[in-house]
């Protein structure tokens, strides 16, 4: 585990220190589990009396925000210096390059310089691996397929024929990339399959977790925008188009032919039906249910989605219904509204 002094971690996240200098920090630690060789962040004031009795040897807090019971570095941004020093304290494995005996790789593939082929990998015929790329134990690389440099492929991940990964692409366990899109025509009371023939493309610095799907066009492209993150178990059907920058929470779901416009944020268990197209910036809360197109900077929850707003307070009255129906129904009766007796006495 790497150490580093107090003085000399400061200036790894561009801050300034109140404290002893030399302090020896070796981890990074959540105020509550902390201890005095361990590093930690401040960024809700709700656990701001943790912040004085914590063990911690320095905290990160943001400018202005003082700990009196110890050591502390003011930054700009509490959470990213804490990043930062995850990434210090817990650097990437290293993989050295070569190619695992058990692996299976075409004669006519081509892999470039420091790459890692680990056990049972297949590397299928035509086919391109980028300069310092890994892929972990039985990755499936199928024919055609361009990976780009630097990208890590985690196990059981499976690329299809043709598909397209841009530089320093990150995907996790049991990610599929290319699978055939869910396309079927009906045909005397039966369903016939309609070839998938297009591929899927995916830009630089795309993260993608575990178990996602993302299915190849009928025709023409997937494709995964340059920047975006993907979570666990998610659904992007054929022909969905990606910005750049978007953020998609698990179990979420893009029907064909959707197109998501760039920095989109998409709660989890969101859906998309086909064929819409969402603007740049827009928003979706857990569990929305989306269509319609929906224009630039938008922020829509609840199913069907509507303003986050107006679903708010539909939300909050959703649980008086009940009474105020009763209130309704007695003040109907006081009234004689929808009275039988009355409507009849009146019309007499």
């Known amino acids: 585990m790497p150490t580093i002094s107090a003085a000399d971690l400061a200036k790894l996240v561009g801050g300034k ?21 361990s590093a930690s962040f401040l960024s809700n004031a709700r656990y701001f009396r943790q912040l004085e009795s914590t063990a911690a040897g320095v905290v990160f807090v943001t400018v202005g925000t003082v700990r009196s019971g110890g050591d502390y570095i003011e930054v700009a941004d509490s959470y990213t210096a804490f990043v930062k020093a995850l990434e210090y304290f817990n650097p990437p494995a290293k993989f050295e390059a070569g190619i695992h005996p058990s692996a299976t790789v075409a004669n006519d593939a081509v892999v470039g310089k420091d790459v890692y082929v680990g056990p049972n990998c297949v590397i299928e015929s035509q086919s391109h691996i980028g300069d310092g790329t890994v892929l972990e134990g039985n990755v499936f690389v199928g024919r055609k397929c361009s990976i780009g440099s630097g990208c890590h492929l985690h196990p059981q991940v499976a690329i299809r024929h043709e598909c397209k990964l841009g530089n320093r692409v990150t995907l996790h366990c049991g990610v599929i990339v290319g699978s055939d899109g ?5 045909e005397d009371g039966t369903y016939k399959k309609i070839p998938q023939i297009g591929n899927v ?3 630089d610095d795309v993260e993608i977790g575990a178990n996602t799907t993302i299915d190849r066009a009928t025709m023409g492209e997937t494709r ?25 929470a698990a179990q979420a779901g893009v029907s064909g032919s959707t197109q998501l416009g760039d920095y989109c944020r998409v709660g989890g268990q969101a859906g998309f039906v086909g064929h819409i197209k969402i603007g740049n910036g827009a928003a979706f809360g857990a569990q929305s249910g989306i269509s319609s197109d929906v224009k630039d900077g938008e922020i829509l929850s609840g199913s069907p989605a509507r303003p986050h707003g107006l679903w708010k307070r539909m939300e909050v009255a959703l649980p008086r219904l009940p009474e105020l129906l009763r209130r309704v129904k007695r003040l109907e009766e006081h009234l004689g509204i929808n009275n039988p007796a009355r409507e009849e006495k009146s019309e007499r």
């Open 201 to 203: 493309v995916i830009e």
């Open 224 to 248: 995964i925008g340059q920047g975006s993150k993907i979570d666990n178990l998610v659904q992007i059907a054929h022909n969905v188009k990606i910005g750049r920058h978007c953020v998609v």
């Open 182 to 186: 869910f396309g079927f025509a009906p």
């Open 17 to 37: 220190l109140v404290g002893d200098g030399t302090r020896v920090l070796s981890s990074v630690a959540p105020l509550d589990l902390a201890v005095q060789e």
